[in-house]
């Protein structure tokens, strides 16, 4: 048996570095290092993939989140609601650019952020809502948009774990996650669904204006060289990274079937077992992991642990070469720079109890099914004593 890695980059690489190698090699003759033709195929190909007018590549997926929101013109002071169960990011670039954070719990099954949790902490100084689509699967975005509208509130789609996911509304259409908010936000780092060789990332908008805002600050605030027409930021995709990306998204959706027929063997060989609740798929049709299914990336597989150790558990894995990641140990409002007396526990039920739960497994396009025989049956026999 190949030795298990938690995200298999070498063995991705080795399937495409006949397409790979030239792409980068062009770059590197052509000196195009910044914005260069790399970057603008890369840009036109997603655009044509989301379905998305405007695809603005930057540096890094916190860059996203950070430009989204200055292109929205949120100014210090105004709220922006959150999932408290996620990675800092997200809340990071609220704080720094001096927006109020306000966190709110998530569900228990998709492990997404609760509508009525963002409803009962809306406020007239409440300017916009930051979905994060955890795990690879999308938030509840048409009770969202709904919710927005009433308000008249941005939607920010954090898109860093979900990139090829589908979200189904209600009347059975379905448009890719990160396309239905006023902007989404991704990212291209190297263990993402689609990811680069170093960092990088985008932002998405069907909105002419903004999209031409966000494309000034993302260049330091210029159009025209040495002409500063909005505060900026210096965040751009460099050239290498989207010849890497743009040789990478053709196999995206084949990279994201790889990872459901993971889960799938995943689920069968946990089912029936106490102690282990597998993941599930909420959007409109899905219960469990369906046939085609294409509303579940599975960015990270993760399993929740009820009635045994899952430290223990996590431990034992280690010892037995299966690697294996808590995310998120610490929720956001409990974390040292975010902690506010506004919050009170009695209002993040689910969170403080995923954090005790959650365990990922490891998941990526070139795990095979002798590795997940292994995992599964170990974490078992650990489970049955």
Known sequence: MRKIQMVDLKGQYADIKDVVNPSIQEVI?????????????????????????????????????????????????????????T??????VIALL???????????????INIDAIKKAITPKTKAIVPIHLFGQCANMEAIMEVANEYNLFVIEDNAQAIGANYTYKDGSKAKAGTIGNVGATSFFPSKNLGCYGDGGAIF???????????????HGMYRRYHHDVVGVNSRLDSIQAAVLDAKLPKLDSYN????????????SFKGIQSIITPVTVNKGCVGICDNCDCHVFHQYTLRIEGADRDALAAHLNESGIPCGVYYPIPLHK???????????????????????????????????????????????????
């Open 29 to 85: 003759e052509n000196t195009a290092f910044i914005n260069g033709p790399k970057v603008h195929e890369f840009q036109k190909n997603l655009e044509n993939y989301l379905g998305i007018k405007h695809v603005i590549p930057c540096a890094n997926g916190t860059d996203a989140l950070q430009i989204a929101m200055m292109g929205l013109g949120l100014k210090p002071g105004d709220e922006v609601i959150t999932a408290d169960f």
């Open 87 to 92: 990675f800092a990011a997200t809340v990071e």
């Open 98 to 112: 001096q927006l109020t954070p306000v966190l709110v719990d998530v569900n228990e099954g998709d492990f997404n």
């Open 205 to 219: 908008t069907n909105d002419d204006d903004l999209a031409h805002t966000i494309r000034g600050i993302v260049n």
């Open 257 to 268: 079937r790889a990872r459901q027929h993971a889960a799938k063997k995943y689920n069968a």
């Open 335 to 385: 974390q040292k720079a975010y902690a506010d007396d506004r919050y009170n526990e009695a209002d993040f039920p689910i969170t403080n109890q995923l954090v005790k739960e959650v365990i990922s497994l490891p998941m990526h396009t070139e795990l095979d099914d002798e590795q997940i025989e292994f995992i599964t049956s170990t974490i078992i026999k650990f489970i049955n004593g």
